[in-house]
């Protein structure tokens, strides 16, 4: 079963506007990471947040953090054509097996 | 450095054929994993690597193989091909976590297999 499920799993905004987007998970952590995949390409490392952290930026990335409702959202602000990409959400495990579980993902479509 | 290399890009098989997906990466990472992506779906993990000679099953095992015999190379072998596994096989590694750090993933390019 996706240990990660992103909310919506589709959204088309135009540019300039924000996209944000929301990933639930449901067993304890240790890290949350966000991917973006381009369109027949392999995934890309945005950002990794702790789980004891409860924000962190990169550029024009604000990804959150609440352990206790088992939920992060990623924000994308004054969005880019080029952000046009399906975007996932990865969970690390704070114990047990030590590898990534992946959500199902959110399609980005920015309109010129 | 070339980072995570995948071959084929592209596989055409017939069901009960037998075929290796090769994965390499070039940045000493200890942790490696094989997975599968599916429309509308995210990946899904079939096995992963936490250093040479060692490896687990993730959540999708059935039906495919992996050995781990140098810290560079970790083949991903089909054993008798089935339409269900027609995907995109993705490699992926890592550093191993620490207390410190986590592991950020480093993904192939993928290949394509369609099983006829």
């Known amino acids: 079963s996706q240990q990660g499920e992103e909310d919506p799993q589709a959204l088309s905004i135009q540019e300039g506007e924000n996209a944000t987007m929301n990933c639930s998970y449901k067993?304890?952590?240790?890290?949350l990471q966000w991917y973006r995949q381009n369109s027949g390409r392999g995934l890309v490392h945005l950002i990794l947040i702790r789980s004891n952290e409860r924000e962190k930026h990169s550029g024009r990335l604000r990804v959150t953090l609440d352990t206790s409702k088992k939920s992060s959202s990623l924000l994308i602000t004054a969005s880019r054509a080029a952000d046009t990409a399906s975007y996932f959400c990865?969970?690390?495990?704070?114990?047990?097996?030590?590898?990534?579980?992946f959500g199902s993902g959110t399609r980005l479509q920015v309109q010129p | 450095n070339a980072g995570v290399t995948q071959t084929p890009k592209f596989q055409v098989l017939k069901t009960g054929q037998s075929m290796t997906l090769q994965c390499a990466q070039d940045?000493?990472?200890?942790?490696m994993s094989w997975y599968r992506q599916d429309p509308g779906m995210g990946l899904r993990l079939i096995h992963y690597?936490?250093?040479?000679?060692?490896?687990d099953q993730g959540e999708v095992p059935n039906g495919y193989n992996v050995s781990r015999s140098t810290t560079e190379d970790f083949p991903l072998r089909l054993l008798s091909a089935a339409p269900s596994q027609t995907s995109v096989y993705f490699c992926a590694s890592s550093h191993r976590p620490t207390s410190g750090t986590g592991y950020e993933q480093y993904f192939g390019p993928g290949t394509r297999l369609t099983v006829t």
């Open positions: 990865a969970t690390a495990p704070d114990r047990g097996r030590r590898a990534l579980t």
């Open positions: 690597s936490v250093g040479a000679g060692i490896t």
């Open positions: 067993t304890s952590i240790n890290n």
């Open positions: 940045m000493n990472h200890e942790y």
